[in-house]
């Protein structure tokens, strides 16, 4: 009877037993769990698909670009990523977390704490597959908790793990004597103080930096992780300002994002995860890589939403061959 007042005395029905995982009162949304395929009509018994997130939240929604993407198979994209997990399936372990190998994809505590060591560490996040933590010099250890074999610990939280020193110790077949003398092992950085040499700060968006480069994109940045000499980032391509001649690299959704090793720890480009970037950069025909590859020469600068028109105006003379080069 509410409820047939409420709507002005036309309707007070409540639809019992919702078939096809809908519910409400007339069977017209997705439950929880799933999520509506705005590609079919709600009548439709497929209108709702289930969600894929690996139990890891309980809703998610519909993305009609994801959708296309994959050539019609799955748009489903999860909310609210619980149990420190995170994409578009919660399907790996977010920053500061990496996964578990003895336990599977679906469990609660797939997803371990980095906890690398706040002295031996150069940060806190660690490989998302293996859980090795990034270490000092001279350090070693899963965490980076103890100094590596040739080294002793120091008191120093800058450098806490020193070079020993070797005593060369002969003796003498004649007299008996002992050299002691001692000989300092020179020290060997991985990073000498002027190899980062001078990075140039891009912070200033110009269209002759546009025309230069192989490819404009706009990123969330996701998640990070080491691959040998790499940092391979985890990104969310948002929009897409100019193609890479390339086909892997121009497509928007999740991707990677390629930088050296050496260029990131010089700071050049300077990138953190959970934020939003414009970058410029260039692209190789001989690297297979899937995604992008941005190094001290590529432009890497945070979002402003006042760049929106200045991409344009750059997009519309590059297409009539007015680019400035």
Known sequence: MELYTLSGYTSGGVCLNC???TAGRNCHYCKEGFYRDHTKPITHRKACRACNCNL???????????????GFQSGGVCLRCKHSTAGRYCHYCKEGFFRDPVKPLTHRKTCKACDCHPVGALGKTCNQTTGQCPCKDGVAGLTCNK???????????IAPCIRQKAVNITTSPKEGLVDTTVHQIPSVS???????????????????????????????????ETV???????????????????????KRGETYLWVP???LACKCPRIKTRRRYLILGKQSRDDNRTGYIADRKSIVIPWKEKWQQYLRNFMK???NGRCLT
Not at 147 to 157: D, E, L, N, T, V
Not at 205 to 219: F, G, S, W
Not at 232 to 245: L, R
């Open 19 to 21: 078939r096809h995982n």
């Open 228 to 250: 040998d000499e790499w940092i391979k980032f985890t990104i969310n391509v948002i929009s897409i300002y100019k193609k890479s001649k390339i086909a892997n690299s121009n």
């Open 56 to 70: 890891h939240a309980r809703s998610c929604r519909f993305s009609k670009e994801l959708y296309i993407l994959s």
């Open 317 to 319: 003379r590059d297409r």
């Open 147 to 157: 100094c590596a074999p040739g080294y002793q610990q120091s008191k120093s939280p």
């Open 261 to 263: 090793k050496e260029d």
């Open 190 to 224: 991985t990073r000498p103080p002027d190899k980062c040499g001078n990075c140039k700060k891009r912070k200033k968006l110009t269209e002759k930096k546009y025309c230069r480069r192989d490819y404009a994109i706009q990123v969330d940045v996701v998640a990070r």
